[in-house]
């Protein structure tokens, strides 16, 4: 007759690491929906780790405590909308400056109408946008520092004016103020006074053109000055 083991049955090493990736998957989810709705301040670990249904040692374990958690959080919500890394490929990857706002407006506007957007990425990047935390940390600086010098070196080329300049920047707010006004407004108020325009991924490439013709526009008159 053989004998029973009292001994605990080791996990493989891959279902242990499967394990820790399901659960740091919970907490980026539900610590950004959190986020989103409450910000950094309004926002507890405890009740972060309740509705993820882990252990509140979790947090300090993958995250090393909960700014660690929002900065990943955060660099996960850039990533559901569009990585720099990306915009850079494009824009790298079209042959005149044109075709480069083209290329930069395009992912920026397919982002924007994606569902990424109105749920809690897009929100915590709107809400950021306005009242950025303290704790979002440098490393999340960088990258908008990177898509701003991208944008301005479009600019210059297509104006003759210095990148550095207050006229290149001037036009750079321009072109991208739609953006933030579709990321941070109410698209249904918005659609309810103007109800012939479409917000839908379907409608992503018209609206990037429209925006991308009527920044050319401009930067045309500009250059003419």
């Known amino acids: 007759m053989k004998r029973k083991s009292n001994a605990r049955r080791v996990r493989p090493r891959s279902e242990t690491d499967a394990r820790s990736r399901r659960t740091r998957s919970r907490l980026l989810e539900v610590a950004g929906k959190a986020f989103a709705a409450q910000g950094f301040d309004g926002s507890t670990g405890q009740d972060i780790c309740r509705k993820a249904r882990v252990n509140t040692a979790a947090i300090v374990y993958h995250f090393g ?12 919500a850039i990533g559901r909308l569009v990585t720099t890394e990306a915009l850079a490929i494009a824009v790298q990857g079209a042959s005149d400056p044109q075709r480069q706002l083209a290329a930069f407006l395009g992912l920026i506007v397919r982002a924007l109408t994606s569902p990424a957007s109105q749920s ?4 915590l990047f709107g809400r950021e946008f306005i009242s950025p935390s303290k704790v979002r940390g440098r490393a999340h600086d960088e990258p908008l520092a990177a898509r701003s010098k991208m944008l301005k070196s479009i600019v210059g080329a ?3 004016k210095p990148a550095g300049g207050p006229q290149v920047a001037r036009c750079c707010i321009s072109i991208m103020a739609p953006c933030a006004l579709l990321l941070l407004v109410n698209r249904r108020q918005l659609q309810r006074f103007m109800p012939g325009l479409s917000l839908t991924p379907a409608s992503a490439a018209e609206l990037a053109k429209h925006m991308v013709d009527f920044s050319l526009a401009g930067l045309a008159a500009v250059a003419q000055r």
């Open 65 to 76: 405590g909960m700014a660690g958690l929002y900065q990943a959080v955060l660099s996960e």
């Open 158 to 160: 297509l104006t003759g």
């Open 120 to 123: 809690w990425p897009g929100k």
